[in-house]
């Protein structure tokens, strides 16, 4: 899990070779005027969901994993808090892994971040995450989840 200011996003370039696309994107678009859906920027290998909701209380998160796909969650406005655990070892599976949607939920108990806007989170396979949560109250967000195909490192 990587937690900073997209602004210090070139130092994890290297890690992936579509994250200097992925980060570019993120850097030089007006992410404001996008409406909710998908961006696609390179077929399934590389594109993004921007969305637009109202945070939700703790109580009622839980967290999702990956096999396929490295998330790069990127707040445009707003704040939330992430959940994150380290792997998914200490994940109780409340759903089967899901190949359409590359995703299963669990639950475990999570260490918090605060993500304002302007600053990414990204998780890589098997980093359970629990995203959305209100920091005080339910607040609106707009959010870009980039969504990095892994097997492409």
């Known amino acids: 899990m990587i937690l900073d200011e997209l602004n210090r996003s ?6 992936h070779p579509l994250f200097q696309r992925a980060f570019a994107f993120l850097r030089e678009t007006d992410l404001t005027s996008l ?15 921007v969305q637009t ?3 939700k209380e703790h109580t009622e998160g839980k967290f999702e994993t990956h096999r ?8 445009i406005s707003g704040k939330e ?13 409340i759903s ?16 918090l971040c605060r993500v304002n806007a302007g600053m990414c989170m990204v998780f890589f396979p098997g980093e359970p995450h629990m995203p959305c949560l209100s920091v005080d ?17």
């Open 35 to 49: 409406p909710d859906g998908r961006v696609t920027l390179d077929g399934d290998c590389l594109y993004a969901n």
């Open 53 to 55: 909701y109202l945070t």
């Open 137 to 153: 109250t339910p607040e609106s967000v707009k959010k870009i989840v980039v969504k990095v195909l892994a097997e492409s490192m």
């Open 10 to 15: 070139a130092r994890y370039e290297a890690l």
């Open 96 to 111: 089967q892994y899901d190949v359409a949607t590359d995703c299963a939920f669990c639950h475990g108990t999570p260490t």
């Open 81 to 93: 808090l992430i959940g994150y655990m380290p792997s998914d070892e200490g994940c109780k599976e």
């Open 68 to 75: 396929r796909y490295i998330d790069i969650q990127y707040i």
